[in-house]
Every structure is written in C-alpha cells, then in structure tokens.
C-alpha cells in the first residue's frame, strides 16, 4: 500500500478506525518505521477518526498515554526509549495490555520478550518521492478481521 500524502494516511486511519470501532476498539497494532516515517502522524490520525480530541502529545517519554473514546479505552505507547523489562511490570503494562480495548505501539521492537503478539504490524517506509510504502500483516484471527 502507499500513501502519497497525509490525506492518504488520514483516508486509512478513517477506514480502519470504523473497522476497530465494529470490534469495539478491542486489538493491538504495532507499528514499524525509522524516525520520521510517519507512526505518530498516522497514530494521531487514527485518535482524530476515533473522535479524540485536543491535543495529542507522543509519549516518547512517558511511554504510554491513555484516551477514552466514546467507543472505549486507547492506549498510545511509544517504546522507543524502552529498554528494561522490568518497566513492563512495574508501570502495569501487562495488565493494561490483558485488559480489552485498542493498544497502539510504536517501536515494538524494544518491548520484545513482554509484549504480546499484536493483531496487526505495520511497517512504514519512506521512499525517494517522500511517499509512505506501507506494508500491513494481520499476525491474529482478530488482525484478519480487522483488514476484512
């Protein structure tokens, strides 16, 4: 898939914020991409389409920032700066990610070993036309639904 702009991210974030609404927010999508590749652009897109509102910060340094929409609980992690494991159970995370409702995680990678497996994984790419070249994996039955 490639978004040419950010009204091509926006028009995806819209698709699938209807499809996670019908499965009552309950998954988890990791998201893959360098710096700048456009995860927290794409994150804040889909908030906007869940009906978030205000302002939208990255949780690159509290690591997890939590919404509440009108169709249930969001948790927007940025595990960039990750890199212990016994912050995994300290800050509760497996509890928040046991419990239902949308998880949405940037740089996954550093959180390997504790979080579970994500519904679906997207890969973001920049390309030499600054277009996003997105790849997407359903990894579970709910992330197949979800791309249905």
């Given amino acids: 898939m ?4 950010e009204a091509a991210t926006a028009a995806f974030a819209t698709q699938l914020a209807a499809a996670l609404t019908r499965a009552n927010l309950n998954a988890c999508i990791a998201l893959h991409g360098d710096l700048g590749a456009g995860k927290t652009t794409f994150v804040r897109h ?23 929409v009108a169709a249930g609980e969001v948790w927007h992690f940025d595990f960039y700066r990750f890199s212990d494991p016994r912050e995994w159970e300290d800050a509760g995370f497996r509890d928040i990610f046991a419990s239902t409702g949308l998880k949405l995680c940037e740089w996954p990678q550093n959180a390997a070993g ?7 994984e ?3 790419q920049v390309d030499n036309a600054e277009q996003r070249q997105v790849r997407i994996s359903a990894l579970t039955a709910r992330g197949q639904e979800l791309l249905a």
């Fill in 2 to 5: 490639v978004w040419p702009d």
């Fill in 122 to 124: 997207l890969d973001i």
């Fill in 46 to 68: 889909l908030l906007r389409a869940l009906g978030v509102e205000g302002r939208i910060k990255s949780p690159t340094y509290a690591v997890v920032e939590p919404y509440t």
């Fill in 114 to 120: 504790v979080m579970p497996t994500p519904d679906l």
